[in-house]
């Protein structure tokens, strides 16, 4: 149940395979390394990749008596997950269902799944700007700490989509915590070389412009798809890596803004 959050931390992108996914993953699992109790919610209806990125494909589950009882990461019970993903029978099974079943199915998710005592909620929620996001505002007005991470990538065309997600937050009247740049150039796993392969520092211009927090930039890594999809932390996998080193520091600032209250 949302009471028993202490903090929401919605992840948005304007457009869809910006890495979304993989940032609410990896700031997941960086929150869970770091000590916090974490729960990672997929309200992605149409394309629920956590299950995959966290190597929880075979997992199920089901309802309790108090509501859905999420999936655990691990034993200690600290990074709770749920997704629709795990309520279908296959990968390649669709959802297709209209606005008002989503509507409803995000509600359930978001008021009837069993926490018990988070640190720190993280959304995964679909690209742009759709009713389901409309849904999770209007359901997060009662936590007290609830913020946005915007991702995007070097590419004008997604960056422009990001201007939308800020206009929404800001109509919505949900603080934006600050905005990613993922896939900005690319690291060489064997020498740690950053080549930009498209333009870069196209978000960090955004933020300057839209005077909101710059968060880093993540490069292409391919060791970050791969322990993506292991479900492993790339700050305990790769710790010197780049991607390390911006999931670190985004833990440490959300940390201390929650002690200052959440907000920026
Ligand atoms: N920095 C990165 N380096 C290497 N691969 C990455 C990086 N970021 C994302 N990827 C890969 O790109 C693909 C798309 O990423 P992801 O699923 O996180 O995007 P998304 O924005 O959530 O997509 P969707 O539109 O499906 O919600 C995945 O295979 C992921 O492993
Ligand atoms: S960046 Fe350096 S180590 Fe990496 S592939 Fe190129 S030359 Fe080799």
Redesign the pocket.
Known sequence: MLEDVKRVILVL?G???????????QLALTLKEKGFKVGLLDV?LC?P?VPY?LNLENQSVHQGPDGWIPVYMDKEQKLAVMSIGFLLSSRNEAVVWRGPKKTSMIKQFLEDVCWQDLDFLVI?T??GTSDEHITVMENLRQVPQCSAIL?TTPQQVAIEDVRKEITFCRKTGISIHGIIE???GFECPTCSECTNIFSSGGGKSLAEYAKISYLGS?????????L??EGKAAVKEIPDSK?SKVFSELVTQLTESSRNGGMQ
Do not use: E
């Open positions: 992108s457009k869809g395979g910006v890495g979304k996914s993989t940032v609410s993953t992605d394309g990749s990125l995964d679909p690209p991702v993922n896939m900005s993540i490069p292409i890594d391919p060791r970050v798809g791969k993506a999809g991607t």
